[in-house]
């Protein structure tokens, strides 16, 4: 199985803050690679696909990038509601596998 | 609204048997490959077992393989899980999951919680 490996595990933040999340993939997976967003007591939600691609109806402030084994989630100025748990995964082969999540908290 | 409304949780002994129900509404079901994921502070997040649109392919992790059956039926919009031999670490909120042309997780019930414990 594909290994995805996040970093930071957290992070604290303020509003208004520019915030990179990183996701390494243990073998090269081109640009299949998703983010999603959970709140607490919440299921996970689409950011991102394809890298790049921005879901619809998710805020311009939220990008993607990357592709064979390195990605990044930016959020180019926080919000109060940005504060949550980012989840990458790779959908290059099977079993899709996910990393293990990376905390934005208040500062 | 695509909505997924997952039932069918609950508490069980281990070794014992529980069925989580899918129902899906809002888009064309029998168009999509449907997850089950879970995810457990321990594990954080895992997909459990995935079905193609007619039933004719599904896959499991292989911690479920031989316990856990994938099906679907069309005609109901829903999508349906048997675990069987549940064991401690099968504890876990349980989501049903829509699959995107793209192979992203773009639509999720908000999950049933199965808890295995004597």
């Known amino acids: 199985d594909i290994q995805m490996t996040q970093s930071p595990s957290s992070l604290s933040a303020s509003v208004g803050d520019r915030v990179t999340i990183s996701c390494r993939a243990s073998?090269?997976?081109?640009?299949?690679l998703n983010w999603y967003q959970q709140k607490p007591g919440q299921a996970p939600n689409l950011l991102i696909f394809?890298?790049?691609h921005l879901q619809s109806g998710v805020p311009s402030r939220f990008s993607g990038s990357g592709s064979g084994t390195d990605f990044t989630l930016t959020i180019s100025s926080l919000q109060p509601e940005d504060f949550a748990t980012y989840y990458c995964?790779?959908?290059?082969?099977?079993?899709?596998?996910f990393g293990q999540g990376t905390k934005v908290d208040i500062k | 609204e695509v909505q997924l409304v997952e039932s069918g949780g609950g508490l069980v002994q281990p070794g014992g048997s529980l069925r989580l129900s899918c129902e899906g509404s809002?888009?064309?079901?029998?168009?999509?490959?449907m997850n089950w994921v879970r995810q457990s502070p321990a594990m954080g997040l895992e997909r459990v077992a995935t079905?193609?649109?007619?039933?004719?392919?599904?896959s499991y992790m292989g911690s479920v393989e031989g316990r856990f059956t994938i099906s679907r039926d069309n005609t109901k919009n829903s999508l349906y899980l048997q675990m069987n031999n549940l064991r401690a670490e099968d504890t876990a909120v349980y989501y049903c999951?829509?699959?995107?042309?793209?192979?992203?997780?773009?639509?999720w019930g908000p999950g049933t919680l199965v808890t295995v414990s004597s």
């Open positions: 999951v829509r699959v995107s042309a793209k192979w992203a997780f773009d639509s």
């Open positions: 809002g888009f064309t079901f029998s168009n999509h490959w």
């Open positions: 079905i193609k649109q007619d039933g004719s392919e599904t």
């Open positions: 073998q090269a997976i081109g640009t299949y």
């Open positions: 394809l890298a790049s």
């Open positions: 995964q790779q959908s290059y082969n099977r079993p899709v596998t």
